[in-house]
Nanobody
Framework: QVDVVQSGGGLVQPGGSLRLSCVAS????????MAWYRQAPGQEREQVAT???????TYADFVKGRFTISRDNAEKTIGLQMSSLKPDDTAVYYC???????????????WGQGTQVTVSS
């Protein structure tokens, strides 16, 4: 069994910063791609940023220069530092990781529980 648990989020004023974190635990052999997604009310889930096991990153245009994704392979964690937040960033944020189980030796995407980020004055 693999668990992915998120922390962080909350309410912040426009222009403020927040950090989201995510930790994977359980029957883990390897962790490949990790990523953050978000879903605003009435909208489809969209990719925010990705990071490979080697540390290569990609960002959606709407967060470039404002958000930074990071990971710690030893600790099995992923982070998202969000700065210069805008009301349009309000959404439920999800972390996800492609993980190979030690027992199954098959890879699958595992998702965190989601955390609300609200940007409002």
């Amino acid at each position: 069994q693999v668990d992915v648990v998120q922390s962080g989020g909350g309410l912040v004023q426009p222009g403020g910063s927040l950090r989201l974190s995510c930790v994977a635990s359980g029957d883990i052999h390897s962790i490949y791609m990790m990523a953050w997604y978000r879903q605003a009310p009435g909208q489809e889930r969209e990719q925010v940023a990705t990071i490979t096991s080697g540390g290569r990153t990609t960002y959606a245009d709407f967060v470039k220069g404002r958000f930074t994704i990071s990971r710690d392979n030893a600790e099995k964690t992923i982070g998202l530092q969000m700065s210069s937040l805008k009301p349009d960033d309000t959404a439920v944020y999800y972390c996800t990781a492609r993980i190979m189980g030690t027992a199954t030796r098959t890879a699958a995407w595992y998702w965190g529980q989601g955390t609300q980020v609200t940007v409002s004055s």
